[in-house]
């Protein structure tokens, strides 16, 4: 059950993921281009240039914060990982486990060893 559950949060995490890859990617573009207009701006010595390089910088601002719901998506793939792990980590028996002294099941045991 545990492993059943773990799928379905997964599958809706991932669907989760897949609907904000878009704004992901335009999110990590906007921050990109704010970096280079930042550096622009430092090695600008012109007023007119720093004005332009400011006005560039607030449309990417602009850009940037109309895809801030990206960081759902962000979140979505952390949930991801972590159902990842958490799906190593399960272990759930099939059946009971019971050790007795019944002669098959010790040969097969036994076989099993053999065999590897």
Do not use: C, H
Not at 26 to 43: A, E, R, V
Not at 52 to 57: F, K, P, Q, R, T
């Amino acid at each position: 059950m545990k492993k059943f559950l773990l799928f379905a949060g997964g599958l809706l995490a991932f669907f989760i993921l897949l609907v904000n890859l878009g704004p992901m990617i335009l999110l990590g573009l906007s921050i990109w281009l704010l970096y280079l207009i930042f550096k622009q701006f430092l090695k600008s010595d012109s007023t007119a240039g720093k004005i332009g390089w400011v006005i560039a910088g607030l449309i990417v601002v602009g850009i940037g914060l109309s895809n801030i719901y990206a960081v759902i998506g962000v979140a979505a793939a952390y949930v991801l990982y972590l159902i990842y792990t958490n799906w190593k980590n399960v272990d759930e028996p099939v059946g009971p486990k019971v050790k007795d002294n019944d002669p098959f099941q010790n040969f097969e045991r036994q076989w099993a060893e053999i065999n590897r």
